[in-house]
């Protein structure tokens, strides 16, 4: 399916010099002199290999034809993943490498979209925003900076982020699956 390169976004999956890219970070670059373009970082599915590129916002790219399927996330292993399909009941298991950091946001019965390209899973998603809780944090230092500064967290399943001044210990926050970036403090 054509698409222009401008509708590209994280976590999709184009076809692109033979090869099949997850996409990871794109930016929307408009110059002062030239025409607007897309600049897109991409990581090989097959290779593992990364890959800058720039596309004109007017060019138009292969988006890969992918069956979506939703799965309830049951149990996590040594090694895997474990979903069950919300329709047939059907059991899968997927290796944690393809999650990346985020198997650790896994939580049972928590409802994802899992990708699969001719019957091979390629990513998961999950739903954008999970609520979590701050293990450890620094102590604000008054009068550190007026600006809003940020300082780093761990939160309960041991994934480091950086959190606002106000948010301490214990406080449940909204965390953005998408980029691991806080988003709000829940009450």
């Known amino acids: 399916m054509k698409i222009l390169a401008n509708e590209i976004k994280p976590g999709m999956i184009i076809e692109h ?3 099949y890219w997850n996409v990871l970070k794109t930016q929307h670059v408009k110059p002062g002199k030239g025409g607007a373009f897309n600049q897109v970082e991409l990581k090989s ?3 593992g290999t990364k890959l800058n590129e720039r596309f004109r916002s007017s060019e138009n790219v292969d988006k890969a034809e992918l069956d979506e ?3 309830n996330f ?3 292993d040594e090694n895997d993943c474990h979903f069950m399909d919300n329709k047939t009941f059907e059991q899968i298991s997927l290796p944690k490498s393809l999650t990346g ?3 650790k946001l896994l939580s049972e019965n928590l409802e994802v979209v ?3 390209m001719e019957e091979k899973p390629m990513s998961i998603d999950l739903p954008n925003n ?3 809780t701050i293990q450890t944090t620094d102590a604000v230092v008054k009068g550190q900076t007026a600006a809003s500064s940020y300082k780093p967290a761990t939160l309960d399943n041991g994934i ?3 959190v606002p001044p106000f948010i301490e210990s214990g406080e449940k926050i909204i965390l953005d699956t998408r980029t691991l970036e806080y988003v709000k403090k829940v009450n």
């Open 17 to 19: 010099k033979n090869d």
């Open 45 to 47: 599915i097959t290779k």
């Open 160 to 162: 480091n982020i950086t």
């Open 69 to 71: 399927k939703k799965f």
């Open 130 to 132: 999970i609520e979590c």
């Open 101 to 103: 950091e985020k198997y």
């Open 114 to 116: 899992i990708t699969f």
């Open 74 to 76: 049951l149990y996590l």
